[in-house]
């Protein structure tokens, strides 16, 4: 069965109604308000739009190519700025922050791409351990986190191997683990699967749901129709640089 757009639903996932009802409320890990995105090039990637997510929620952010997924996720750690609106992470208004507090904000979240990013000339603890050094964690707390890191994605065998000598999935496990040793409340996932076959494909969506039970919030932009279906889980879709929310049947 496909995803479908369940007619009820077929709205903005939170009108201006729903968002003023909303204020002040401390449950959200993510709020985007009136949140309109034009590229200097004229490009509108979002329009007005409204959501909010709450702390520990699973949602997937599906929609065309070129429909403004990655805008979102990019509005999210202030990569992007909002044209108009405001972008709320954590309890900051990404919208305003800058410098050394944009910084902070960027430490409670990890993000995985699509492309792994990973340093070809590091190992995988390296890769994993790379930020928080930068972040100037002591010697001992980098490897009280690498082990259990390296294990929840599978590959505590592998932490001596380079990029090259990894598979696909397993390069995008340890780009998983990079976004998780700081233990950052928020994941942003942009199309993690978007170079795996279906098995590797699950075995990343299996580590996400993990990281989910354990209590972080988890936002994923795919096209795979069948990993949604497959997960269960809410879905919001961007079209026409609007938000939608689907119904899931599985
Ligand atoms: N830096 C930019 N400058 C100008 N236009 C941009 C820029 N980045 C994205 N866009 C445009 O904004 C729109 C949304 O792009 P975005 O990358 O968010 O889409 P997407 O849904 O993630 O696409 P895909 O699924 O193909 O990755 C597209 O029309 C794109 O061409």
């Given at each position: 069965?496909?995803?479908?757009?369940?007619?009820?639903?077929?709205?903005?996932?939170?009108?201006?109604?729903?968002?003023?009802?909303?204020?002040?409320?401390?449950?959200?890990?993510?709020?985007?308000?009136?949140?309109?995105?034009?590229?200097?090039?004229?490009?509108?990637?979002?329009?007005?739009?409204?959501?909010?997510?709450?702390?520990k929620e699973f949602l997937f952010i599906t929609g065309p190519s070129g429909s403004g997924k990655s805008t979102l996720l990019r509005?999210?750690?202030?990569?992007?700025?909002?044209?108009?609106?405001?972008?709320?992470?954590?309890?900051?208004?990404?919208?305003?922050?800058?410098?050394?507090?944009?910084?902070?904000?960027?430490?409670?979240?990890?993000?995985?791409?699509?492309?792994?990013?990973?340093?070809?000339?590091?190992?995988?603890?390296?890769?994993?351990?790379?930020?928080?050094?930068?972040?100037?964690?002591?010697?001992?707390?980098?490897?009280?986190?690498?082990?259990?890191?390296?294990?929840?994605?599978?590959?505590?065998?592998?932490?001596?191997?380079?990029?090259?000598?990894?598979?696909?999935?397993?390069?995008?496990?340890?780009?998983?683990?990079?976004?998780?040793?700081?233990?950052?409340?928020?994941?942003?996932?942009?199309?993690?699967?978007?170079?795996?076959?279906?098995?590797?494909?699950?075995?990343?969506m299996q580590i996400l749901r993990k990281l989910n039970s354990f209590g972080a919030t988890i936002i994923v932009t795919t096209h795979?129709?069948?990993?949604?279906?497959?997960?269960?889980?809410?879905?919001?879709?961007?079209?026409?640089?609007?938000?939608?929310?689907?119904?899931?049947n599985s």
């Amino acid at each position: 069965m496909p995803v479908l757009t369940n007619p009820a639903t077929s709205e903005q996932v939170t009108d201006e109604k729903e968002g003023k009802a909303q204020e002040g409320c401390t449950s959200n890990m993510v709020q985007l308000r009136s949140v309109t995105k034009t590229y200097a090039n004229g490009c509108h990637a979002l329009l007005d739009v409204n959501l909010e997510i709450k702390n520990k929620e699973f949602l997937f952010i599906t929609g065309p190519s070129g429909s403004g997924k990655s805008t979102l996720l990019r509005l999210l750690y202030g990569e992007e700025l909002p044209t108009q609106g405001e972008v709320v992470v954590n309890g900051c208004n990404v919208t305003t922050l800058r410098g050394d507090r944009l910084s902070l904000l960027r430490r409670r979240i990890g993000i995985v791409f699509q492309d792994y990013k990973l340093i070809p000339q590091r190992t995988v603890a390296e890769n994993v351990t790379f930020v928080l050094q930068a972040q100037g964690y002591t010697r001992k707390e980098i490897q009280r986190r690498l082990e259990p890191t390296l294990k929840l994605v599978g590959l505590l065998s592998k932490a001596d191997c380079f990029p090259d000598q990894l598979s696909g999935g397993e390069q995008q496990r340890v780009s998983i683990a990079r976004a998780i040793v700081g233990t950052p409340p928020l994941i942003l996932a942009d199309e993690p699967t978007g170079n795996l076959d279906p098995d590797n494909s699950w075995q990343v969506m299996q580590i996400l749901r993990k990281l989910n039970s354990f209590g972080a919030t988890i936002i994923v932009t795919t096209h795979d129709e069948q990993l949604v279906r497959r997960c269960n889980r809410p879905v919001v879709q961007v079209r026409n640089g609007k938000l939608y929310q689907l119904t899931v049947n599985s």
